[in-house]
Protein backbone atom coordinates (compact mmCIF):
# COMPACT_ATOMS: atom_id res chain seq x y z
CA UNK A 1 0.00 0.00 0.00
CA UNK A 2 1.15 3.34 -0.63
CA UNK A 3 2.06 5.75 2.10
CA UNK A 4 -0.87 8.32 3.01
CA UNK A 5 -0.27 12.04 2.01
CA UNK A 6 -0.85 12.90 5.43
CA UNK A 7 -1.62 11.98 9.01
CA UNK A 8 -4.25 13.52 11.36
CA UNK A 9 -3.81 13.30 14.92
CA UNK A 10 -6.67 13.56 17.18
CA UNK A 11 -5.87 14.35 20.63
CA UNK A 12 -7.58 15.49 23.24
CA UNK A 13 -5.66 18.56 25.17
CA UNK A 14 -2.76 17.36 27.88
CA UNK A 15 -3.20 13.46 25.87
CA UNK A 16 1.01 14.16 24.46
CA UNK A 17 -0.12 16.09 21.03
CA UNK A 18 2.59 18.52 21.09
CA UNK A 19 5.52 16.01 21.81
CA UNK A 20 4.02 13.69 19.25
CA UNK A 21 4.66 16.06 17.11
CA UNK A 22 8.06 17.09 18.11
CA UNK A 23 8.98 13.75 17.74
CA UNK A 24 7.46 13.53 13.86
CA UNK A 25 9.48 16.67 13.21
CA UNK A 26 13.07 15.67 14.43
CA UNK A 27 12.33 12.32 13.59
CA UNK A 28 12.49 14.04 10.00
CA UNK A 29 15.85 15.43 10.53
CA UNK A 30 17.63 12.16 12.13
CA UNK A 31 16.36 9.87 9.03
CA UNK A 32 18.26 12.60 7.16
CA UNK A 33 21.60 12.64 6.67
CA UNK A 34 21.93 16.31 5.49
CA UNK A 35 22.09 18.33 8.99
CA UNK A 36 19.67 21.46 6.76
CA UNK A 37 16.99 19.32 6.31
CA UNK A 38 15.19 21.47 8.83
CA UNK A 39 15.14 23.61 5.05
CA UNK A 40 13.01 21.84 3.79
CA UNK A 41 9.96 21.58 6.57
CA UNK A 42 7.70 23.61 7.33
CA UNK A 43 5.56 23.57 10.80
CA UNK A 44 2.45 26.43 10.95
CA UNK A 45 0.50 26.74 14.01
CA UNK A 46 -2.24 29.27 14.67
CA UNK A 47 -1.01 31.74 17.58
CA UNK A 48 2.70 33.43 18.18
CA UNK A 49 2.51 31.46 21.52
CA UNK A 50 2.54 28.12 19.76
CA UNK A 51 4.96 29.09 17.38
CA UNK A 52 7.45 29.69 20.64
CA UNK A 53 6.20 26.66 22.39
CA UNK A 54 7.32 24.48 19.24
CA UNK A 55 10.33 26.06 18.29
CA UNK A 56 11.33 25.50 22.51
CA UNK A 57 10.38 21.65 22.16
CA UNK A 58 12.33 21.12 19.29
CA UNK A 59 15.45 22.85 19.95
CA UNK A 60 15.36 21.40 23.73
CA UNK A 61 14.87 17.84 22.78
CA UNK A 62 17.79 18.08 20.06
CA UNK A 63 19.88 19.60 22.45
CA UNK A 64 19.27 17.04 24.58
CA UNK A 65 20.43 14.55 22.29
CA UNK A 66 23.84 15.81 22.10
CA UNK A 67 24.51 15.02 25.76
CA UNK A 68 26.12 11.83 26.10
CA UNK A 69 24.65 11.12 29.31
CA UNK A 70 21.30 10.47 27.11
CA UNK A 71 23.50 7.25 25.52
CA UNK A 72 23.50 5.74 29.03
CA UNK A 73 19.70 7.02 30.26
CA UNK A 74 17.75 7.91 27.15
CA UNK A 75 14.95 9.85 27.41
CA UNK A 76 11.46 8.40 26.41
CA UNK A 77 11.88 10.73 23.07
CA UNK A 78 15.07 9.54 22.01
CA UNK A 79 13.99 5.66 22.88
CA UNK A 80 10.61 6.22 20.43
CA UNK A 81 13.00 8.10 18.13
CA UNK A 82 15.54 5.01 17.93
CA UNK A 83 12.97 2.61 18.22
CA UNK A 84 10.73 4.14 15.27
CA UNK A 85 13.71 5.00 12.89
CA UNK A 86 16.25 1.82 13.87
CA UNK A 87 18.78 3.95 14.50
CA UNK A 88 21.04 3.50 17.49
CA UNK A 89 20.74 6.21 20.48
CA UNK A 90 24.75 6.98 19.45
CA UNK A 91 24.33 7.61 15.89
CA UNK A 92 20.92 9.79 16.94
CA UNK A 93 23.39 11.70 19.40
CA UNK A 94 25.84 12.79 16.55
CA UNK A 95 23.48 13.54 13.99
CA UNK A 96 21.60 15.33 16.79
CA UNK A 97 25.37 17.62 17.05
CA UNK A 98 25.37 18.19 13.67
CA UNK A 99 22.00 19.66 13.49
CA UNK A 100 22.14 21.96 16.48
CA UNK A 101 25.57 23.14 15.13
CA UNK A 102 23.68 23.99 11.47
CA UNK A 103 20.51 24.89 12.91
CA UNK A 104 22.21 28.05 15.09
CA UNK A 105 24.02 29.44 12.68
CA UNK A 106 21.18 29.60 10.09
CA UNK A 107 18.26 29.72 12.64
CA UNK A 108 16.10 31.76 9.88
CA UNK A 109 15.84 28.50 8.10
CA UNK A 110 14.10 27.23 10.94
CA UNK A 111 10.56 27.81 10.01
CA UNK A 112 7.97 27.24 12.12
CA UNK A 113 5.37 30.27 12.07
CA UNK A 114 2.01 31.54 12.17
CA UNK A 115 -0.67 30.26 9.10
CA UNK A 116 -0.99 34.44 8.87
CA UNK A 117 2.66 34.76 8.49
CA UNK A 118 3.37 32.27 6.06
CA UNK A 119 -0.23 33.79 4.25
CA UNK A 120 1.32 37.38 4.69
CA UNK A 121 4.38 35.77 2.62
CA UNK A 122 2.68 34.16 0.09
CA UNK A 123 0.71 37.55 -0.69
CA UNK A 124 3.99 39.16 -0.47
CA UNK A 125 5.74 36.77 -3.23
CA UNK A 126 2.56 37.54 -5.38
CA UNK A 127 1.84 40.73 -4.96
CA UNK A 128 2.49 41.56 -8.91
CA UNK A 129 0.54 38.68 -9.61
CA UNK A 130 -2.39 39.86 -7.48
CA UNK A 131 -2.13 43.41 -8.59
CA UNK A 132 -1.27 44.89 -5.04
CA UNK A 133 1.09 47.78 -4.35
CA UNK A 134 4.53 45.77 -2.70
CA UNK A 135 4.14 48.64 0.26
CA UNK A 136 0.67 47.50 1.06
CA UNK A 137 0.22 47.22 5.22
CA UNK A 138 -1.80 44.46 6.71
CA UNK A 139 -4.41 45.11 8.91
CA UNK A 140 -5.51 42.73 11.65
CA UNK A 141 -8.65 44.75 12.71
CA UNK A 142 -11.33 44.00 10.48
CA UNK A 143 -14.24 45.74 12.58
CA UNK A 144 -12.56 48.94 12.93
CA UNK A 145 -12.30 49.34 9.05
CA UNK A 146 -15.77 48.39 8.86
CA UNK A 147 -16.75 50.96 11.57
CA UNK A 148 -14.54 53.30 9.27
CA UNK A 149 -16.68 52.24 6.69
CA UNK A 150 -19.85 52.57 8.09
CA UNK A 151 -19.46 55.86 9.38
CA UNK A 152 -17.99 57.14 6.10
CA UNK A 153 -21.29 55.77 4.22
CA UNK A 154 -23.39 57.45 6.97
CA UNK A 155 -21.58 60.84 6.50
CA UNK A 156 -23.48 61.19 3.06
CA UNK A 157 -26.95 60.79 4.46
CA UNK A 158 -28.29 63.99 3.63
CA UNK A 159 -25.84 65.22 0.83
CA UNK A 160 -26.53 62.34 -1.32
CA UNK A 161 -30.40 61.54 -2.09
CA UNK A 162 -30.17 57.84 -2.92
CA UNK A 163 -27.79 57.43 -0.40
CA UNK A 164 -30.41 59.06 2.15
CA UNK A 165 -33.30 57.39 1.59
CA UNK A 166 -31.95 53.60 1.80
CA UNK A 167 -30.54 54.37 4.94
CA UNK A 168 -34.04 56.15 6.31
CA UNK A 169 -35.23 52.57 4.66
CA UNK A 170 -33.11 50.61 6.18
CA UNK A 171 -33.72 52.14 9.87
CA UNK A 172 -37.83 52.02 9.31
CA UNK A 173 -37.12 48.76 9.21
CA UNK A 174 -35.07 47.81 11.94
CA UNK A 175 -37.69 49.65 13.61
CA UNK A 176 -40.32 47.59 12.46
CA UNK A 177 -38.56 44.99 14.05
CA UNK A 178 -38.12 46.48 17.37
CA UNK A 179 -34.70 47.15 16.57
CA UNK A 180 -32.55 50.45 17.57
CA UNK A 181 -32.61 53.46 15.70
CA UNK A 182 -29.31 53.97 16.07
CA UNK A 183 -28.10 51.71 12.98
CA UNK A 184 -24.46 52.22 12.82
CA UNK A 185 -23.99 49.28 15.29
CA UNK A 186 -26.69 46.95 13.55
CA UNK A 187 -25.03 47.85 9.80
CA UNK A 188 -21.49 46.77 11.60
CA UNK A 189 -22.83 43.80 12.24
CA UNK A 190 -24.52 43.07 9.45
CA UNK A 191 -21.41 44.28 7.37
CA UNK A 192 -19.19 41.29 9.06
CA UNK A 193 -20.36 39.11 6.16
CA UNK A 194 -18.11 41.08 3.60
CA UNK A 195 -15.13 39.71 5.74
CA UNK A 196 -16.87 35.95 5.92
CA UNK A 197 -15.34 33.42 3.32
CA UNK A 198 -18.56 31.84 2.46
CA UNK A 199 -20.45 34.83 1.79
CA UNK A 200 -17.72 37.13 0.47
CA UNK A 201 -18.14 35.42 -2.74
CA UNK A 202 -21.60 36.16 -3.62
CA UNK A 203 -21.53 39.54 -2.35
CA UNK A 204 -18.39 40.14 -4.57
CA UNK A 205 -20.66 39.43 -7.26
CA UNK A 206 -23.17 42.76 -6.24
CA UNK A 207 -19.97 45.14 -6.50
CA UNK A 208 -20.81 46.55 -9.37
CA UNK A 209 -24.50 47.08 -8.47
CA UNK A 210 -25.66 50.64 -8.10
CA UNK A 211 -28.58 51.43 -5.66
CA UNK A 212 -30.61 51.78 -8.54
CA UNK A 213 -30.45 48.05 -9.42
CA UNK A 214 -31.40 46.86 -6.30
CA UNK A 215 -34.13 49.46 -6.76
CA UNK A 216 -35.20 48.38 -9.98
CA UNK A 217 -34.39 44.48 -8.84
CA UNK A 218 -37.01 44.79 -6.04
CA UNK A 219 -39.80 46.16 -8.58
CA UNK A 220 -38.58 43.37 -10.72
CA UNK A 221 -39.30 40.70 -7.41
CA UNK A 222 -42.85 42.72 -6.18
CA UNK A 223 -44.34 42.58 -10.11
CA UNK A 224 -43.47 38.57 -9.77
CA UNK A 225 -45.08 38.33 -6.38
CA UNK A 226 -47.68 40.26 -8.25
CA UNK A 227 -48.43 37.41 -10.82
CA UNK A 228 -48.13 34.55 -8.08
CA UNK A 229 -51.18 36.66 -6.09
CA UNK A 230 -53.08 36.75 -8.90
CA UNK A 231 -52.53 33.12 -10.03
CA UNK A 232 -53.46 31.78 -6.90
CA UNK A 233 -56.49 33.49 -6.57
CA UNK A 234 -57.50 33.06 -9.44
CA UNK A 235 -56.54 28.82 -8.73
CA UNK A 236 -58.82 29.35 -5.48
CA UNK A 237 -61.84 30.65 -7.32
CA UNK A 238 -61.89 28.53 -10.20
CA UNK A 239 -62.04 25.17 -7.91
CA UNK A 240 -64.36 26.49 -5.34
CA UNK A 241 -66.72 26.93 -8.15
CA UNK A 242 -65.86 23.50 -9.41
CA UNK A 243 -67.19 22.41 -6.03
CA UNK A 244 -70.24 24.66 -6.30
CA UNK A 245 -70.50 23.45 -9.41
CA UNK A 246 -70.92 19.95 -8.16
CA UNK A 247 -73.15 20.31 -5.44
CA UNK A 248 -70.77 20.09 -2.87
CA UNK A 249 -71.35 21.35 0.69
CA UNK A 250 -67.62 22.22 3.07
CA UNK A 251 -68.60 19.97 5.20
CA UNK A 252 -68.59 17.38 3.12
CA UNK A 253 -65.03 17.06 3.38
CA UNK A 254 -63.13 15.97 6.32
CA UNK A 255 -63.09 18.70 8.58
CA UNK A 256 -63.84 21.62 5.57
CA UNK A 257 -60.07 21.41 5.82
CA UNK A 258 -59.53 21.58 2.10
CA UNK A 259 -62.50 24.34 1.59
CA UNK A 260 -60.61 26.04 4.42
CA UNK A 261 -57.46 25.98 3.00
CA UNK A 262 -59.37 27.56 -0.79
CA UNK A 263 -60.86 30.42 1.68
CA UNK A 264 -57.70 31.84 2.82
CA UNK A 265 -55.86 31.86 -0.85
CA UNK A 266 -58.96 33.22 -2.23
CA UNK A 267 -59.04 36.01 0.26
CA UNK A 268 -55.29 36.69 -0.26
CA UNK A 269 -54.05 35.14 2.91
CA UNK A 270 -51.02 33.31 1.80
CA UNK A 271 -49.76 32.73 5.70
CA UNK A 272 -50.23 29.06 5.51
CA UNK A 273 -48.64 25.91 6.33
CA UNK A 274 -47.53 22.76 4.45
CA UNK A 275 -47.59 19.02 5.95
CA UNK A 276 -50.49 18.20 7.17
CA UNK A 277 -51.83 14.77 7.06
CA UNK A 278 -54.53 15.77 4.85
CA UNK A 279 -52.62 17.69 2.13
CA UNK A 280 -49.61 14.55 2.48
CA UNK A 281 -52.42 11.91 1.72
CA UNK A 282 -54.51 14.19 -0.43
CA UNK A 283 -54.19 11.59 -3.34
CA UNK A 284 -54.45 8.72 -1.65
CA UNK A 285 -56.88 8.80 1.28
CA UNK A 286 -60.59 9.82 0.85
CA UNK A 287 -60.80 13.63 1.16
CA UNK A 288 -64.51 13.58 2.85
CA UNK A 289 -66.21 11.35 6.46
CA UNK A 290 -67.56 8.04 6.30
CA UNK A 291 -70.96 9.47 6.85
CA UNK A 292 -71.57 11.60 3.90
CA UNK A 293 -74.14 9.42 0.93
CA UNK A 294 -72.40 7.14 -1.67
CA UNK A 295 -73.16 10.07 -4.14
CA UNK A 296 -71.11 12.90 -2.27
CA UNK A 297 -68.34 9.90 -1.50
CA UNK A 298 -68.50 9.29 -5.01
CA UNK A 299 -68.36 12.91 -6.64
CA UNK A 300 -65.49 13.78 -4.59
CA UNK A 301 -63.70 10.75 -6.03
CA UNK A 302 -64.15 11.82 -9.61
CA UNK A 303 -62.86 15.58 -8.53
CA UNK A 304 -60.13 14.55 -6.48
CA UNK A 305 -57.45 14.07 -9.15
CA UNK A 306 -58.34 17.86 -9.83
CA UNK A 307 -58.00 19.18 -6.43
CA UNK A 308 -54.80 17.54 -5.75
CA UNK A 309 -53.37 19.15 -9.07
CA UNK A 310 -54.45 22.46 -7.96
CA UNK A 311 -53.45 22.22 -4.27
CA UNK A 312 -50.01 21.00 -5.63
CA UNK A 313 -49.40 24.11 -8.09
CA UNK A 314 -50.94 26.74 -5.33
CA UNK A 315 -48.12 25.26 -2.90
CA UNK A 316 -45.31 25.61 -5.47
CA UNK A 317 -46.51 29.12 -6.25
CA UNK A 318 -47.11 30.02 -2.26
CA UNK A 319 -43.40 28.22 -1.78
CA UNK A 320 -41.98 30.52 -4.16
CA UNK A 321 -43.89 33.77 -2.89
CA UNK A 322 -42.23 32.78 0.33
CA UNK A 323 -38.60 33.42 -1.79
CA UNK A 324 -39.34 36.51 -2.85
CA UNK A 325 -40.46 37.70 0.13
CA UNK A 326 -37.39 36.31 1.51
CA UNK A 327 -35.22 38.14 -1.32
CA UNK A 328 -37.61 41.35 -0.65
CA UNK A 329 -36.63 41.27 2.96
CA UNK A 330 -33.04 41.46 2.18
CA UNK A 331 -32.94 44.09 -0.58
CA UNK A 332 -32.53 47.00 1.52
CA UNK A 333 -30.03 45.25 3.63
CA UNK A 334 -28.00 43.65 0.80
CA UNK A 335 -27.79 47.47 -0.79
CA UNK A 336 -26.48 49.15 2.29
CA UNK A 337 -23.90 46.15 2.99
CA UNK A 338 -22.87 46.60 -0.88
CA UNK A 339 -22.06 50.34 -0.22
CA UNK A 340 -20.65 49.61 3.06
CA UNK A 341 -18.26 47.29 1.01
CA UNK A 342 -17.35 50.20 -1.95
CA UNK A 343 -16.81 52.60 1.03
CA UNK A 344 -14.48 49.57 2.21
CA UNK A 345 -12.73 49.38 -1.08
CA UNK A 346 -11.74 52.83 -1.32
CA UNK A 347 -10.11 52.88 2.69
CA UNK A 348 -7.97 49.78 1.13
CA UNK A 349 -7.13 51.72 -1.78
CA UNK A 350 -6.41 55.15 0.09
CA UNK A 351 -4.53 53.73 2.93
CA UNK A 352 -3.22 50.96 1.29
CA UNK A 353 -3.75 48.62 3.20
CA UNK A 354 -5.50 44.81 2.80
CA UNK A 355 -7.42 43.24 6.07
CA UNK A 356 -5.86 39.76 6.98
CA UNK A 357 -9.20 37.92 6.57
CA UNK A 358 -8.79 38.31 2.49
CA UNK A 359 -5.65 36.39 2.49
CA UNK A 360 -6.63 33.07 1.94
CA UNK A 361 -9.23 34.19 -0.98
CA UNK A 362 -6.74 36.05 -2.60
CA UNK A 363 -4.48 33.40 -2.33
CA UNK A 364 -6.63 30.43 -3.12
CA UNK A 365 -7.41 33.01 -6.76
CA UNK A 366 -4.10 33.35 -7.49
CA UNK A 367 -2.31 29.73 -7.28
CA UNK A 368 -5.28 27.08 -6.71
CA UNK A 369 -4.34 25.70 -10.23
CA UNK A 370 -0.28 26.27 -9.77
CA UNK A 371 1.56 23.18 -8.72
CA UNK A 372 3.67 23.41 -5.09
CA UNK A 373 7.02 23.08 -6.93
CA UNK A 374 5.84 26.48 -8.59
CA UNK A 375 5.02 28.22 -5.58
CA UNK A 376 7.75 27.26 -3.43
CA UNK A 377 9.91 28.34 -6.02
CA UNK A 378 8.25 31.57 -5.94
CA UNK A 379 9.27 31.72 -2.07
CA UNK A 380 12.66 30.30 -2.45
CA UNK A 381 12.01 27.49 -0.25
CA UNK A 382 11.94 24.05 -1.37
CA UNK A 383 9.84 22.18 1.43
CA UNK A 384 9.05 19.14 1.26
CA UNK A 385 7.27 18.36 4.83
CA UNK A 386 4.18 20.27 6.45
CA UNK A 387 2.94 20.17 9.91
CA UNK A 388 -0.15 21.81 10.77
CA UNK A 389 -0.84 21.98 14.92
CA UNK A 390 -4.30 22.63 16.26
CA UNK A 391 -6.45 22.26 13.60
CA UNK A 392 -9.93 23.68 13.49
CA UNK A 393 -12.46 21.03 11.93
CA UNK A 394 -16.64 21.63 12.55
CA UNK A 395 -15.87 22.66 15.81
CA UNK A 396 -13.60 20.40 17.27
CA UNK A 397 -9.57 21.07 17.37
CA UNK A 398 -7.82 18.26 15.59
CA UNK A 399 -4.42 18.53 16.21
CA UNK A 400 -2.88 17.63 12.26
CA UNK A 401 0.57 17.02 10.78
CA UNK A 402 1.11 16.63 7.10
CA UNK A 403 4.12 14.96 6.22
Given amino acids: MSQAPFLIYDAAAGSGKTFTLVKEYIKLLILSEDPSYYNQVLAITFTNKAVAEMKSRILESLVSFTNKKVIEVPSDMLLQLAEETQITPTEIHLRSKKIVKHLLH??????????????????????????????????????????????????????????????????????????????????????????????????????????????????????????????????????????DEAGLEHDDFNRSLFPKYLMKLKAGDFNVTFGAAWQETIETKAMYPTRVSPHIAETIDQLTPEFAKAFSESKAQILAMQLLDAMLTNITPLSVINLVNQELQNIKKEQNILPISEFNALINKEIKSQPAPFIYERLGERYRHFFIDEFQVVNKKVPVTLS
Avoid at 125 to 154: G, H, K, Y
Avoid at 187 to 205: C, R, Y
Fill in 106 to 243: HYAGFSVETIDRFNHTLIRTFARDLALATNFEVSLESTELLMESVDQLISKAGEEKTITKLLLDYAIEKADDDKSWDISRDIVKTSKLIFNENDAPHLAKLSGKSIADFMAFRKELQSKKLVIITSVKALATAIFQRI
